[in-house]
């Protein structure tokens, strides 16, 4: 796909979604950053679950980091791997108080830095709380990119780099959004509901679902 179907492509995202937002509950930087550490091989909607009661009951690095990860295990056992996640958010709130004051650092390097935090998780913090144009490339964006023929690429950061290259710069902060809704509802990894997508005349899939049912 050229640049200037990409960009089409994209548009034709944005014209259908004006004003997309993150599905994961959240209140500020650091409900946040949980709420997407939490959600990796998971759902959005199994964390929103479970994170009304762990942020009523530790709202802060402070009181996350009090609660260790024995306080924090009960309130997200319902997600996937919770055990491993409930250290990394502990850990990462203690780091947060210890080096940070505990706020949430707009800084890749150091969010990376953080236990459980990668650079998809690190992208959509400086995305979403921050305001940068960052591209956080999940499951969904990654299946669309190679799909599609938007940004192909063998890994996560190849496509990333190209979607980023390809995108408008003028979209570029809310492609993550469209990208990801678009993969979880539209483009879905099955079946494809192509008959729906308001990028299909820009779409390079060879295999169209053009109705349900196939």
């Known amino acids: 796909m050229g640049t200037e179907q990409a960009a089409a492509f994209i548009r034709a995202l944005a014209d259908a979604n004006p004003a997309p937002e993150t599905e994961l509950l959240y209140t500020d930087p650091f409900t946040l950053l949980v709420a997407v550490?939490?959600?990796?091989?998971?759902?959005?909607?199994?964390?929103?679950?479970?994170?009304?009661?762990?942020?009523?009951?530790?709202?802060?690095?402070?009181?996350?980091?009090?609660?260790?990860?024995?306080?924090?295990?009960?309130?997200i056992r319902r997600i996937g791997l919770w055990?491993?996640?409930?250290?990394?958010v502990?850990?990462?709130?203690?780091?947060?108080?210890e080096?940070?004051?505990?706020?949430?650092?707009?800084?890749?390097?150091a969010l990376e830095a953080l236990p459980g935090v990668g650079r998809k998780t690190a992208n959509v913090v400086l995305n979403v709380a921050f305001?940068?144009?960052a591209m956080a490339?999940?499951?969904?964006?990654?299946?669309?990119?190679?799909?599609?023929?938007?940004a192909p690429g063998k890994t996560v950061r190849e496509v990333e780099d190209r979607l980023?290259?390809?995108?408008?710069?003028?979209?570029?902060?809310?492609?993550?959004h469209w990208l990801i809704l678009h993969g979880r509802y539209?483009?879905?990894?099955?079946?494809?509901?192509?008959?729906?997508?308001?990028?299909?005349?820009?779409?390079n899939y060879r295999d169209k679902v053009l109705k349900p049912g196939g």
């Not at 539209?186 to 779409?203: L, N, S, V």
């Open 37 to 75: 550490v939490l959600s990796a091989q998971a759902t959005d909607a199994s964390v929103n679950r479970a994170t009304p009661d762990l942020f009523a009951a530790a709202p802060t690095p402070e009181a996350m980091a009090a609660l260790g990860a024995e306080g924090i295990g009960p309130y």
């Open 83 to 88: 055990q491993g996640k409930a250290r990394n």
């Open 90 to 97: 502990a850990a990462l709130s203690r780091l947060l108080v």
């Open 99 to 109: 080096r940070h004051g505990g706020q949430v650092p707009a800084d890749r390097a």
């Open 131 to 133: 305001g940068e144009e």
């Open 137 to 150: 490339v999940d499951t969904h964006i990654f299946r669309i990119g190679n799909r599609t023929g938007l």
């Open 164 to 176: 980023v290259a390809r995108c408008p710069p003028e979209l570029l902060r809310d492609a993550h």
């Open 186 to 203: 539209t483009c879905k990894a099955r079946t494809p509901e192509c008959w729906r997508c308001p990028a299909i005349a820009f779409c």
